[in-house]
């Protein structure tokens, strides 16, 4: 994790006036690493220090807002979309909720044709840590949303209301890979057809989700986690030559045993990293390149077209053209600058 995503929590500790230092040590982050800018903190210890924030503040916004979230306004957003039937009905009573604990931030959710677009503004000047507020508040969203449905759910692209950051690199981890910058406002974009899925979780699920919670957040639906990453790169250096789990444990040496243990650890699996090594390819040819689809298919080792048209229909919702089709109509794909590229005007 990028360390200014550490600063910018302790944005509000630091304009109460409170010191910094006991919490980070409480979270075992050496208060050293922030003065250099290119550090990288583990992700649980951020996580941890994320909790740690908010039981010193009594405060789930981190001192960053008008009005404090108190503890437990996390628990009862999360009960208050649970029993939705859709995504689409979780989101509206999200929107709903924030609008009565969080006037500084005014969200909405729109939609044209195939598209969605998830739209965050400044409903007033946030003046304490105004980036790491809006990356809190999307992470906060677009995890807790994947989590109810049960998928990573994919954003087509993500317009930032703010100058590109030094760590904007991490934003492909954590959003997508297709960040704009200097917009008027935050627009997620993803495939309207999504807010069609049912919500998965029940109070039993919840009650589990809950421990460790909201900062539990940062660690799920990421792709940076340590073996996650290292099978990845395995995989993505042997296309279009599909590996199987045990090639890829030997290439790693370790056991098959060993290395499933491992990704269930991080919260993943091989079927899981391959799928998703071979979703974020696949849209970005589609994305980047006039390459037609059966050629995409090849490079990422389908035996064939039809193999692969089935996989992206399960990852997106919909037909690999389409969605290069859908790319197009929304602003020319990832080439586009600006909040044309990523939402509606």
Known sequence: ??????????????????????????????????????????????????????????????????????????????????????????????????????????????????????????????????????????????????????????????AFPYPRPEHADDYALIYTAHSIFDAEKLTATFAANLLELPIRRDETALQTFLDGAPGKLTTLYRRDREMVLRVRRALRDALPVPKALAEVACALHISPRTLHRRLEEEGSSFQAVKDALRRDVAINSLAKSGRPVAQIAADLGFADTAAFYRAFLRWTGMAPAHYRRRLQAAGGGVSGRGHDASGPP
């Open 1 to 158: 994790m990028a360390v200014a995503f550490v600063d910018g929590m302790l944005a509000g500790l630091r304009h109460a006036g409170q010191a910094t230092e006991p919490l980070l040590e409480r979270a075992h982050i050496p208060a050293e690493v922030l003065s250099d800018a290119s550090a990288r903190v583990p992700i649980d210890r951020y996580a941890e220090l994320y909790n740690l924030i908010n039981h010193e503040l009594d405060d789930e916004g981190f001192g960053l807002f008008s009005v404090p979230l108190r503890a437990g306004t996390f628990e009862f957003l999360c009960r208050s979309i649970i029993t939705a039937p859709t995504l689409a009905g979780a989101i509206e009573r999200s929107i709903r909720f924030l609008r009565l604990v969080l006037p500084d931030f005014a969200v909405r959710l729109d939609s044209r044709q195939e598209l969605a677009y998830l739209v965050i503004t400044e409903a007033r000047p946030l003046h304490i840590g105004r980036v790491f507020a809006f990356e809190w508040l999307l992470r906060l969203l677009h995890g807790l949303f994947s989590w109810l449905v049960g998928r990573g759910i994919v954003l087509d692209s993500v």
